[in-house]
């Protein structure tokens, strides 16, 4: 017998066992506690009133034929298992689904690759019920942060991803080609920041009036996207380089030049 505030310590290696295992297993374990001399097989057996038993041998496959693993489980076995204990949630905006119901079971593991130090994560693993979308793992390095927030945070990467991706496209971060790791410290700060100012540039010219943006048949955005506001502030700034009056002269300078060369 096993006292129940036992229970729950043990059964959470249950998955690393076949159910006939199992069972030999936690004989093994809770008699390898009791037993006073060598930690054999036999002397356990001994222990346990099962020196008569006849299959005897079944307690030493757990160690020497036994298919199981000290290490932990794979999260894709996880995820099928039946006895996996699912908890339900309701995210808004999941994939463009307002309030959408997603089950998900999480813990904790050792992310470990050969010649790194190993790593603790919380990992968290994701399906929907309505089999919409294919069922993800989720990890994150910080053991203090709930499951909902990590599910949270990757709801919200898709701006992350778009934020970096624009910035790289039409600002060239990650493209820099200096020397400097100080300069490269520094470079790439500054062009995130430039993506924040022609964002806020953008906003504050249209504030006062609608945004007008390009628009095609096949693609109808609803709200304009950093192109576009790129394309804004540069046209304002363009604007005002190109197009001032000069009270000195006579005449209106349209273009200098020196600009129109450039």
Avoid at 58 to 77: D, E, F, G, T
Avoid at 124 to 151: F, H, K, M, N, W
Wanted: charged share 15%; glycine share 2%; aromatic share 14%.
């Amino acid at each position: 017998m096993i006292p129940q505030t036992f229970l729950p310590l043990i059964f959470a290696f249950r998955c690393l066992f076949s159910g006939q295992v199992w069972s030999s297993a936690v004989v093994l374990l809770i008699e390898a506690i009791l037993a006073p001399e060598k930690r054999t097989v036999t002397s356990i057996l001994w222990v346990m009133g099962l020196a008569q038993d006849k299959q005897f041998q079944r307690y030493h496959r757990v160690l020497n034929r036994a298919i199981w693993s000290s290490h932990q489980a794979s999260l894709k076995s996880i995820l099928d298992d039946l006895d996996t204990c699912w908890e339900t949630a309701i995210l808004a905006d999941w994939y463009g689904q307002s309030d959408y119901p997603l089950e998900f079971t999480s813990n904790t593991a050792v992310w470990y690759k050969t010649g790194m130090p190993p790593v603790p994560i919380h990992w968290v693993l994701v399906r929907a019920p309505q089999g919409q979308y294919q069922s993800q793992a989720l990890l994150c390095t910080d053991l203090d942060i709930t499951p909902l927030e990590i599910l949270q945070w990757f709801r919200q990467r898709w701006q992350v991803e778009v934020t970096f991706e624009e910035a790289r496209a039409h600002l060239g971060i990650q493209t820099q080609r200096q020397w400097s790791d100080k300069v490269i410290l520094c470079t790439t700060p500054a062009l995130l920041a430039l993506f924040d100012l022609v964002t806020v540039f953008a906003h504050h010219s249209q504030s006062d009036s609608p945004w007008i943006f390009p628009q095609a048949a096949w693609y109808s955005k609803q709200y304009p996207t950093f192109v576009d506001a790129l394309a804004l502030v540069r046209r304002q700034l363009w604007r005002f380089q190109t197009f001032p009056t000069s009270p000195r002269n006579t005449h209106v300078v349209k273009i200098s030049t020196q600009l129109f060369d450039t």
